[in-house]
């Protein structure tokens, strides 16, 4: 049993699983044997996904009731026949492209039934799993994979639906095997569009779009194109704040100027046209040469317009200069003008325009020059003076934290300017305590090493290994003597 739907764009052939879905395949063939899926719009395209199509008029129609069942087609008075619930065979996922099913939604009363109409579904992509348990599989498509693709790649609205409609145009049923419900008649052809239907159409789908053949205006969508392109890229690269930004409409572009001419001069002559906030011949920076352009803006936008009417090639310091309207945007980004930009800032508040900002403290300089600022001096590296000779009195400087590694606070932050003879060795600083004890009765230093305790067995071993080391100490010395001895006999 199968069904051939004649589109827009192409012949689709579905074959019906009436083994696993009887009663879905039933009310879609008896829909396509009364016409009526005729002129349906294909709507809720999803590339990839998935489309949807059998609401004769349209959802974004005020006309639509979203599609009726065969029944409730047959008998509309009754209105728990314009639903139906579906069958939803386990063993059938929407796994392959071209896979169809009949849209359903909830029950209000049992989140978990389900009921459908006369909206279908028709795959884009493999593994649609999203569909499985939503959508009540009932065939699948075995010709027209090409209008599949077609669909898929037409141009879409943020609704989903085609720019160009994409329509059902004839259903024709290739076999039936379902007997006719009481009041059905198959019409004798297919029937028109209805007014509400023709009233959905945006482009239709036998229009043809008349291409511009016209040079001035390709060259100028060309233009513009170039133009948003260039944009865009000024934009990524941050030279403009975005790519819809326009120049001021109060400043001129002033051009061939004199190399001569001057800001006071220039503004002199511009400025009986109106109140000019900044007037200046943009200068090399490295030399100061005037580039011979200059930007000037007005107060008024009038102003500037009457400007640029009456200066445009007028005579400045025997140079005919060239006016129009700043085509930069620069202004906006405060790159050009240094000095009148400065001045602005001035006469606005402040710098920026901001009169309450803090200068940033650092707090070596607040600690050296005394500001008051609270500073942990656990944190801070401080140089520690190595402590006074002789009388055993240490600096006045702090002493690094006891919990610091041992090793370092007493050789990586004392500073190395008391040395002895041998300049590489340190004098390190001896406390008085240890003084008197090292101390013998002459004054001088005596070495005076504890010795560490050992166990009896340890003793024992290191007696006997100092023995026998002394011993072969004396065997060595013996044999050396025994040559001189010798000699001397």
């Not at 999203?130 to 790649?153: P, R, S």
Request: with cysteine; glycine share 6%; net charge neutral.
């Amino acid at each position: 049993m199968s069904v051939l739907l004649e589109t827009s764009l192409g012949d689709i052939t579905i074959d019906l699983l009436v083994d696993d879905a009887p009663k879905c395949c039933e009310n879609f063939l008896k829909l396509c044997k009364i016409k009526y899926y005729n002129f349906s719009p294909v709507h809720s395209v999803q590339p990839n996904f998935s489309f949807q199509t059998g609401d004769p008029i349209g959802p974004g129609s005020p006309d639509s009731d979203g599609g009726r069942s065969i029944w409730g087609v047959l008998d509309p008075a009754q209105t728990s026949k314009k639903t139906f619930k579906p069958e939803f065979a386990p063993k059938l996922k929407h796994a392959e492209t071209g896979t169809v099913s009949l849209a359903t939604a909830p029950s209000p009363d049992d989140p978990d039934e389900r009921f459908a109409g006369s909206q279908f579904i028709i795959t884009l992509g493999q593994n649609v799993d999203y569909l499985n348990g939503k959508a009540a599989i009932f065939g699948e498509v075995v010709e027209g994979f090409d209008v599949l693709e077609k669909i898929n790649a037409a141009f879409i609205d943020d609704a989903g639906r085609p720019l160009k409609d994409v329509r059902v145009l004839h259903t024709v049923v290739l076999d039936d095997p379902y007997d006719d419900p009481q009041g059905l008649v198959a019409p004798p052809q297919s029937p028109l569009p209805s007014k509400a239907q023709l009233a959905t159409v945006r482009i239709g789908h036998d229009e043809t779009l008349a291409e511009e053949t016209d040079p001035e205006a390709l060259e100028r969508v060309r233009r513009e194109r170039e133009a948003r392109a260039q944009a865009l890229t000024l934009e990524m690269v941050g030279d403009l704040p975005f790519a819809e930004v326009a120049p001021p409409e109060n400043v001129l572009f002033v051009c061939k100027l004199n190399p001569v001419t001057q800001d006071e001069d220039l503004e002199l002559i511009f400025s009986r046209f109106g109140k000019i906030l900044s007037c200046e011949v943009i200068r090399d920076k490295r030399t100061g040469d005037s580039l011979q352009y200059a930007f000037i803006e007005y107060q008024n936008q009038k102003d500037c317009e009457q400007a640029y009417f009456k200066m445009d090639g007028v005579l400045i310091d025997d140079h005919r200069v060239h006016v129009d309207f700043s085509q930069s945007v620069s202004k906006v980004a405060d790159v050009w003008r240094d000095a009148t930009n400065t001045k602005r800032k001035r006469g606005a508040g402040g710098f920026g325009g901001v009169d309450n900002l803090e200068r940033k403290k650092r707090y070596r300089d607040d600690a050296a020059t005394g500001s008051g600022r609270d500073i942990d001096a656990d944190r801070l590296i401080i140089d520690r003076e190595p402590a006074a000779r002789g009388n055993g009195t240490s600096s006045s400087r702090p002493v690094p934290r006891r919990d610091d590694n041992p090793r370092d606070d007493g050789r990586r932050r004392e500073r190395r300017d008391a040395y002895h003879d041998d300049r590489w060795k340190r004098d390190r600083s001896r406390s008085p305590r240890r003084d008197r004890r090292d101390r013998n009765s002459d004054g001088r230093y005596e070495d005076r090493r504890r010795e560490r305790s050992r166990s009896k067995d340890r003793q024992r071993g290191y007696r006997d290994d100092r023995s026998r080391r002394d011993r072969s100490r004396d065997r060595y010395k013996r044999d050396d003597r025994e040559p001189d001895q010798r000699r001397r006999d």
